[in-house]
């Protein structure tokens, strides 16, 4: 009976009807979400944090990352050892672990599916190009000793720990079980078609339905080498509309939601059967400059910029459940990150430092963000701080493809944006996206690399974040990427300034534990119902 009525809520839910039941299944999970960007189920091929989200639970990685430490943890690996000279590591497998076709996981499963992302060229495979990883090589980079110990070569100098840190995400990390692919290819496609609807994991659960920008169908895997996940099933539905997740949230349809706007959540803050948890993720919000503007590529600008924006007030009153007040370039979750330098709203030292430049009446420039609230609202925010020290911005708003093609095309003056890499907590992924620039020229096209985009080119910072990559003992690399942050701080004037730190923010039922907030390491294994 249990089991029926279990199946009439789920098809009631799917239906958009009201459900059978006044509350969800005690052994399901049903997840509301947004899946416009879930376009394949393929790890090869994915994009976007939502397809992850999924694809964490049906496969597994060598690793993981600690949802609240951020540290490196054993997955299908039970341990590795990194070469002296940083060129390999090499993973031992934990015995007995299978996938959820009975298959058992094997080292050249392993080698297979690194080889497999590399060699299909889609759009996991530049990550590991970014590494120097070239598909024609791929059998040397990948290699299984026997079927418990699997070789990671590392092919240009390069932290390993970072390397870790990429192969823990679901995409390029995913391990898939290579006999089950090859007997579902298609004219060399190497499993391409059937990977579309189809799962090849061992992860906690196994894909049972996808159907494109409507639901998601996991049933828990009893192959599964950890302990039993207590949910049963998870259904993940496509509901794009903040309120309607916010209703169902309230009235117990669903359980967890992800993709709230912030007037839904403030209002579920103050419902007393419903968590909202916001955590911090990759990225920065930030006023940008193009120095190929002659008046921000005066030091002096830029440093007063500092001083123009209010960021007490901004984090306070408008970035509620998407930032939190960060100054830095490097994730406050990143080791050897330092705590913020301290700069707060200050008019008369803005106003000082503008007359130094030779612009003691300030001058008029032009303002660009995309339309979404929260960008917009800051903005305007900016703007009225700019005024006080006579700086006359015009705001020019649009959508993404306009205001980051402007910035891509290093066509802009001031612009208000998000970005700034850490999905890895490690200081790389932030300062390759930040501050790292290598070729300074336009034909160089270097859009990937935010300070590219702004014209910023700073030969000692890139040899300081060159060298600090490859520093093989942790104390000495520590210290290297400190060194880094007081250089930006006290030696030069970025022409990326951060004020906020990007949260990523959901809610869930009381009776709901075990939830992970932030998509990038979501897993359901551990989720319980207290009832």
Same mark, same amino acid.
């Given at each position: 009976m249990k089991q029926l009525l279990a199946s009439a809520a789920l098809a009631a839910l799917l239906a958009g009807a009201t459900p059978v039941l006044a509350e969800t299944p005690e052994d399901q999970l049903i997840v509301a979400f947004n899946m416009n960007n879930v376009l394949t189920l393929d790890p090869a091929a994915i994009?976007?944090?939502?397809?992850v989200q999924i694809l964490n639970n049906v496969y597994d990685a060598l690793v993981e990352l600690d949802p609240e430490t951020h540290e490196l943890m054993p997955r299908l690996a039970e341990s590795w050892e990194i070469a002296p000279d940083n060129a390999s590591v090499k993973f031992t497998l934990r015995e007995g672990a299978t996938f959820a076709s009975g298959n058992p996981v094997t080292a050249e499963d392993v080698a297979y599916s690194f080889r497999r992302a590399l060699t299909l060229g889609q759009a996991q495979a530049s990550k590991l190009a970014s590494r120097g990883y070239d598909p024609a090589q791929a059998d040397s980079y990948f290699v299984a000793e026997d079927p418990r110990t699997f070789v990671l070569n590392i092919p240009q100098p390069d932290d390993p720990r970072l390397l870790m840190m990429l192969l823990a995400e679901a995409g390029y990390g995913s391990i898939l079980d290579s006999k089950l692919v090859q007997e579902n290819e298609t004219d060399g496609d190497m499993g391409q078609a059937w990977l579309l609807n189809n799962s090849a994991g061992s992860g906690a659960y196994a894909l049972n339905q996808w159907r494109a920008n409507e639901f998601v169908i996991l049933t828990r895997n009893d192959a599964f080498w950890g302990d039993a996940p207590t949910m049963t099933r998870v259904l993940m539905r496509h509901l794009p509309?903040?309120?309607t997740q916010r209703l169902g949230i309230e009235q117990g349809d669903f359980d967890v939601a992800f993709s709230l706007a912030a007037p839904d959540l403030k #209002?579920?803050? #103050?419902?007393?059967?419903?968590?909202?948890?916001?955590v911090p993720s990759a990225g920065f919000y930030y006023l940008a400059v193009s120095m190929k503007d002659e008046r921000y590529a005066n030091p002096k600008v830029r440093e007063a910029l500092r001083y123009l924006i209010d960021y007490d007030g901004i984090n306070n009153a408008i970035m509620p459940y998407f930032g939190v007040k960060r100054q830095r370039g490097i994730n406050s979750f990143v080791f050897a990150a330092m705590p913020d330098p301290g700069y707060a709203l200050d008019v008369e030292k803005a106003k000082s430092l503008l007359a130094e430049a030779g612009f003691p009446d300030g001058f008029e420039t032009t303002l660009r963000v995309i339309s979404t609230q929260e960008f917009l609202d800051s903005a305007t925010a900016i703007q009225g701080t700019l005024a006080q020290a006579g700086i006359k911005a015009e705001i020019i708003t649009g959508d993404g493809g306009q205001i980051y093609g402007a910035m891509r095309e290093r066509s802009f003056e001031l612009?208000?944006?998000?970005?700034?890499?850490?999905q890895q907590p490690h200081p790389d992924s932030n300062l390759r996206a930040m501050a790292y620039n290598p070729d300074n020229a336009d034909e160089a096209q270097l859009t990937n690399f935010q300070n590219w985009r702004t014209s910023f080119y700073d030969e000692k910072l890139n040899g300081m974040i060159e060298a #600090?990559?490859?520093?093989?003992?942790y104390d000495t690399q520590v210290k290297a990427y400190e060194d880094i942050q007081n250089y930006l701080e006290n030696d030069t004037v970025m022409s990326i300034l951060p004020f906020s730190e990007r949260v990523v923010t959901a809610a869930f039922r009381n009776d709901v534990e075990g939830v992970v907030v932030d998509p990038w390491v979501n897993r359901f294994e551990d989720v319980v119902k207290t009832r």
């Open positions: 994009t976007g944090g939502e397809t509309e903040s309120q #209002a579920l803050e #103050a419902n007393p059967e419903i968590t909202v948890e916001s612009l208000v944006g998000r970005g700034g890499g850490g #600090a990559l490859i520093q093989s003992d």
